[in-house]
């Protein structure tokens, strides 16, 4: 890691470390850093920890392991990839490998790592050393990869490769003098050794190129038979390993060639600068899981909590807690003036998340000013006892559904420029001058709570928060399923009729176009309700009539007045002109009344309507929407 010169860059540096914690441990358990295979890098490489060579391996041709590509400097260990100046055997480039002295336990192992710009790899690994086994059954190999990309796919400049963390673990039988066929492969396995040979892998995407920014790329080896993966502190995969991972395992980092990634000159990177050309790690951590005999002060918070929330019986809350014995850990809901509702649930001496669900005699009345209460007491008693409290102020409720199930286009109110998703930009979500076009056409399915999976009509992918980030700045795009919070998304709606909507694993940001760019990558930024790049218009995309309902945010929505809202029998409205003409379409455009003025108010009989979402218009100058309950 850099060695700071600024309190800035201090604090900078503390908060990346903070927001890529290891994962939480086991009850009972917590995380020890084991120092002998940890390394910030920036005070040389330390030969304690580390070795510029592999016995036994100087490659894979055509590029030869040379320990003069191996250095630390910068706050880095870089290995870098060259051609060779005097090709010889079949060795015309140079790579680097770096392996730890020290044997690596089940635990945690992560580095930060920008991969090189060339058609080599970036890796970082565990494997054993079988060839100093002593039992027989002990010479097979073992490998677990935690990530393996290339900054250059020559065979497929468009593939995804280099932007995809690539994970694998493989089992593989001992090397043998004489292999039948010529391959290693069919070396058989020792007598009495009855272990699978195999591969099992997992990928993430990264969100960008790998050469473009650091990452930290982390596994948790937690036994012999499972393993998962985190890219930039997140869970990105658990697998189960294709054979008993129970040999002593040591860490390694390589730069290397690929036989199925062949260098093209001119198009593999090696033309390119030095500083291209390396592969940089910033550092590496380990740890171990030891038992937490340290005494617990019980405490209890609730976990991302959603501060707008649907009118609906059920809720359910994650809660954090720290218990010194066994607890009872209760939830009540609240209005502003009176208690709604509570539950409670048993939990064991510890550390954890628990859900809580609270059923409510009946739905809340939409509006503001509730309350959330959480706490912690001993078993059997009351409120009175409780060791720590923590409430959540000011929840809206909202009603039921603010959009019904359908397609709908989803339009910047500020410069009328649609959102889209297609195979020309890698599946990225940009704004694009409106079309009638299936890749500008979101598909809302409503989750309860007012929380949506949007999915693109043209290529089936749904909107996501790359690669799971929650920072300003961080690319929106799509993937191929919804069922992470990344991937879902809460709609709210603004005090002019717009709507916002906030990624559920990043409650306090909102889909931004940044600085208002058109024709531009889309974003999430920190919610903020005066933030005109977050405000969108959302409209049936299907219309009986070929016409757009585009929600009004304009002089007119603070003149026109539309009640109740949500309805059951009647609408009225008010602010309008004689003779304006009144419409109520339904959510695919289809006009189901219609009615002329005869003062500046007028009513809609709206008892016969199914419950749902309509849209009301006044002379095509001013269009809202109304719920029907």
């Not at 010479?139 to 280099?162: A, Q």
């Not at 050469?211 to 930039?232: E, I, M, P």
């Not at 592969?279 to 002060?297: A, F, G, M, Q």
């Not at 700045?473 to 709507?499: C, E, F, M, P």
Request: glycine share 6%.
């Amino acid at each position: 890691m850099k060695t700071p010169k600024l309190i800035l860059v201090v604090a900078i540096v503390l908060f990346a470390y903070n927001a890529y914690a290891q994962p939480a441990p086991p009850t009972g358990k917590k995380w020890k850093k084991i120092e002998s295979l940890s390394d910030e890098f920036n005070n040389g490489f330390n030969t304690s920890k580390w070795a510029k060579n592999i016995p036994g391996w100087e490659g894979r041709r055509p590029a030869r392991f040379e320990t003069a590509n191996v250095s630390v400097a910068d706050g880095n260990l870089k290995l870098v990839a060259k051609t060779k100046a005097n090709p010889f055997s079949g060795w015309t480039h140079e790579g680097a490998a770096v392996r730890s002295v020290n044997k690596a336990p089940y635990g945690y192992y992560e580095t930060r790592m920008k991969a090189n710009k060339t058609f080599m790899s970036s890796t970082f690994w565990l494997i054993n050393q079988s060839n100093s086994a002593t039992s027989t059954c002990d010479r097979r190999v073992t490998e677990l990869d935690v990530v393996e990309v290339v900054g250059i796919d020559t065979r497929n400049p468009n593939g995804s490769f280099p932007n995809t963390m690539n994970s694998n673990s493989h089992s593989r039988q001992p090397w043998c003098p004489n292999p039948p066929g010529g391959q290693i492969s069919n070396c058989p396995w020792p007598a009495g050794c009855n272990y699978t040979r195999g591969t099992k892998g997992n990928k993430a995407k990264i969100g960008a190129p790998s050469w473009k920014d650091y990452h930290t790329y982390g596994v948790w080896y937690r036994n012999k038979d499972q393993a998962t993966f985190y890219l930039d502190g997140k869970d990105v995969g658990t697998i189960n390993l294709p054979s008993d991972f129970n040999l002593n395992m040591f860490l390694r980092f390589v730069v290397e060639t690929y036989d199925w990634n062949p260098a093209k000159s001119g198009n593999d990177g090696m033309n390119r600068p030095l500083s291209e050309r390396t592969t940089y790690y910033d550092w590496v951590r380990s740890y171990e899981l030891v038992d937490d005999n340290s005494p617990i002060t019980d405490k209890v918070s609730f976990n991302n909590p959603k501060t707008s929330i649907t009118s609906q019986k059920n809720y359910t809350f994650n809660i954090n807690y720290e218990a010194n014995a066994s607890r009872d850990v209760v939830v009540e809901f609240w209005s502003a003036t009176k208690w709604l509702g509570s539950e409670k649930k048993n939990v064991a001496k510890g550390k954890g998340t628990t859900n809580i669900t609270i059923t409510l005699p009946e739905a809340p009345t939409p509006g503001n000013g509730y309350i959330y209460k959480t706490h912690i007491r001993p078993v059997g008693t009351t409120w009175r006892e409780a060791l720590d409290r923590k409430q959540i102020n000011n929840v809206t409720v909202l009603p039921a559904q603010l959009i019904a199930n359908g397609t709908y286009f989803l339009t910047s109110t500020i410069s009328n420029q649609r959102l889209l998703s297609r195979n020309l930009e890698n599946h990225s979500a940009r704004m694009h001058n409106p079309g009638n076009w299936n890749d500008q056409k979101w598909e809302f399915k409503h989750l309860g709570n007012n929380t949506y999976t949007i999915k693109n009509k043209g290529n089936n992918r749904y909107l996501e928060v790359s690669n799971n980030g929650c920072f300003n700045g961080k690319d929106v795009s799509t993937t191929n399923q919804a069922s992470l919070d990344h991937q879902r998304w809460t709609i709210i709606q603004n005090t002019d009729n717009s709507y916002s909507l906030k990624p559920n694993h990043c409650l306090n940001s909102a889909l931004d176009i940044a600085a208002g760019a058109t024709n531009a990558n889309v974003q999430i930024w920190e919610y903020k309700s005066t933030n005109n790049n977050q405000k969108w218009k959302i409209s049936p995309a299907v219309s009986n009539r070929n016409t757009q309902i585009d929600i009004s945010t304009n002089n007119e929505a603070s003149k026109i007045k539309i009640y109740p809202n949500p309805t059951t029998d009647k609408i009225t409205v008010n602010g309008i002109l004689k003779n304006d003409i009144i419409r109520l379409y339904d959510v695919n455009g289809k006009e189901l009344l219609q009615k002329k003025a005869s003062s500046n108010t007028a009513t809609l009989n709206t008892k016969e309507l199914a419950k749902g979402l309509y849209f009301i218009s006044v002379s095509e100058r001013y269009k809202t929407q109304i719920i029907k309950r």
